[in-house]
Nanobody, 116 residues
Framework: VQLQASGGGLVQAGGSLRLSCAAS????????MGWYRQAPGKQRDLVAV???????TYADSVKGRFTISRDRARNTMYLQMDSLKPEDTAVYYC???????????WGEGTLVTVSS
């Protein structure tokens, strides 16, 4: 499975961005997909996850502001980010978990910068 993230950029606080993650390869093997982020000097943290069944989970810090979704026809996952805050500034990575529970795929990150 190959993942390609896009959509990052510079936005003012209160603004919105939509990230995309296009998946290719053995898509049928994916159990769940998610977004993680890593701010400078910090660890990589979970932002949101969506399972193959459509269930979603969000980090407390983004609940009510971010929405994760998946377009099966386009093999693409999205992260709609609204009401952005400077603390949302980070490199955002898309991720996919294999049904085998052992294999994890990562895409290259896309930088989101929120100015105050």
């Amino acid at each position: 499975v190959q993942l390609q993230a896009s959509g990052g950029g510079l936005v003012q606080a209160g603004g919105s961005l939509r990230l995309s993650c296009a998946a290719s390869g053995s898509i049928f093997s994916i159990k769940a997909m998610g977004w993680y982020r890593q701010a400078p000097g910090k660890q990589r943290d979970l932002v949101a996850v969506i399972t193959s069944g459509g269930s979603t989970t969000y980090a407390d810090s983004v609940k009510g502001r971010f929405t994760i979704s998946r377009d099966r026809a386009r093999n693409t996952m999205y992260l709609q980010m609204d009401s952005l805050k400077p603390e949302d500034t980070a490199v955002y990575y898309c991720n996919a978990d294999h049904f085998n529970g052992r294999t994890v795929y990562w895409g290259e990150g896309t930088l989101v910068t929120v100015s105050s």
